[in-house]
Every structure is written in structure tokens, then in C-alpha cells.
């Protein structure tokens, strides 16, 4: 079967701030770097309120059918970016972690509990 995607995007999405925008950031980029004509799942674009279930079934199923993860700044601190990677490595897809090495601003992630914010790089 044919990959139906060239690259899959990975990284910390729950409890960061702005992850819609780095996301988006990160698909501008690849597009910058191996033309407009690849394909890019984007898992920032998947609607709001469901399950972690439901959105690693989804992004389980899109990782089979990719080329390539690439890693997000910040994907060692998200579980779900964990499972991405062990998977892909399990699988024989291929990770890229230095395409997005220098994607700005780094993570913001927020502890609901007391509002503050703190950043990682990884």
C-alpha cells in the first residue's frame, strides 16, 4: 500500500498553549523545505473534546500510512508523541527529529491546577 502520508507530525499538544500555532508552524515549514506538493498529517487539526482514545486511534492509524515522523520540539514530554515514536520505530517508519530542531517559540505547557506556565526542550 502507498503511503498517504510523506510526514507525519508529532509532538506535545495536551496542556500546551499554543499548540495549534506551532503545529501550523511546523507543517509551513516542511512545506518550506520539500515543496507544497507533500502530504502532512496534522493532528492539531483534529476537532476538540474527544477522547485521548479517539485521538490516538486516529493518529495510530495515520502513522501507519506515513514516510516519516517528524518530531516536534518538546514530543519526549508527551505521552502520545511517546507512543508515536516507539510505534514508528516498531514499525519501521521513519523519525526525524532535526527538520523542526529550531521551531519557535518552545512548548508552553500550563498545570491547570495553579496556572503556571513552564517550557521544555528536548
Not at 506551532?22 to 492539531?44: K, Q, T
Not at 487539526?45 to 486516529?58: A, I
Not at 505521552?79 to 529550531?102: C, F, H, K, Q, W
Amino acid at each position: 500500500m502507498k503511503d498517504r502520508y510523506d510526514f507525519f507530525l508529532s509532538g506535545p499538544i495536551g496542556n500546551v498553549a499554543n499548540y495549534k500555532e506551532r503545529f501550523a508552524e511546523a507543517e509551513r515549514i516542511l512545506h518550506d523545505v520539500f515543496g507544497w506538493y507533500v502530504r502532512i498529517w496534522n493532528p492539531a487539526l483534529l476537532p476538540p473534546g474527544k477522547t485521548r482514545r479517539w485521538y490516538m486511534e486516529r493518529c495510530l492509524v495515520a502513522l501507519w500510512r506515513s514516510s516519516t515522523v517528524c518530531m516536534l520540539p518538546g514530543w519526549a514530554a508527551s505521552r502520545g508523541a511517546m507512543i508515536e515514536v516507539t510505534t514508528a520505530r516498531y514499525i519501521g517508519v521513519n523519525i526525524d527529529t532535526a527538520v523542526l530542531r529550531n521551531l519557535k517559540p518552545e512548548p508552553l505547557f500550563e498545570n491547570k491546577e495553579t496556572g503556571v506556565l513552564w517550557s521544555v526542550q528536548f
